[in-house]
């Protein structure tokens, strides 16, 4: 059974810190590990990650997965108010449809 | 853009009750997904349709049945609502290897 796992679960930051999300990973037929953020509603997509050790950044997010030791992180620098959300890492397997399966996700809050 | 739209965004049910939730999209996706949300659960698979024509099980299926009515709609009804699918329910849907698309939500309480 495909297994994702998030930490930490939840984590306080000031506004301007860097903050780094983790997520492992065992998945028989990996194909690609992505990461969303949702705030009060739907998951929003922000990162596909396919190959080891290449980063993928957007403003102030970054992404980078090792498949060797199966993880992957996200990084978010100067962290604002509006970063606060539950970010979600899921694995895509090689199967028949694009099955996701998620991690628990990690709670960020930003705070003044 | 719509996108993914499900109906309704709010029901409350009784126990025993049944209901169906309704999903579209209009970005001409093979594959549709329905997964439930609970807190400290993530997102949990229901069912998913790889094409038109074709439904399967996810990780939590039972008490759930679904319908690909076309290539645009996958719907997902309780035949006899229980108080533990009370839960936020969202569907999605992809074309091929890429990233799934989400519906805004549906939040199901069950007295």
């Known amino acids: 059974e495909d297994k994702v796992v998030q930490s930490p679960l939840s984590l306080v930051v000031h506004e301007g810190d860097t903050v780094t999300l983790n997520c492992s990973y065992e998945?028989?037929?990996?194909?690609?590990l992505l990461w969303y953020k949702q705030e009060k509603k739907a998951p929003t997509f922000l990162f596909m990650l396919t190959s080891s050790g290449i980063e993928k950044k957007s403003g102030r997010l970054s992404s980078i997965l090792d498949k060797k030791e199966l993880f992957s992180i996200l990084n978010i620098t100067a962290t604002q108010t509006g970063d606060s959300a539950v970010y979600l890492c899921?694995?895509?397997?090689?199967?028949?449809?694009?099955?996701?399966?998620f991690g628990t996700g990690t709670r960020l809050q930003v705070t003044l | 853009n719509a996108g993914v739209t499900q109906t309704p965004k709010f029901q409350v049910l009784k126990t025993g009750q049944s209901m169906t939730l309704q999903c579209a999209q209009d970005m001409n996706h093979n594959s549709m997904y329905w997964y439930r949300q609970d807190p400290g659960m993530g997102l949990r698979l229901i069912y998913y349709s790889a094409s038109e024509g074709t439904t399967d099980k996810g990780e939590v299926p039972n008490g759930y049945n679904v319908s690909r009515l076309n290539k645009r709609e996958f719907s997902l009804r309780l035949e006899s609502a229980a108080p533990s699918q009370t839960s936020v329910y969202f569907c999605a849907s992809c074309q091929g290897w890429e990233k799934l698309f989400f519906g805004s939500g549906t939040q199901l309480s069950v007295l």
């Open positions: 998945v028989t037929n990996f194909r690609s």
């Open positions: 899921a694995v895509l397997n090689t199967g028949t449809a694009s099955k996701l399966t």
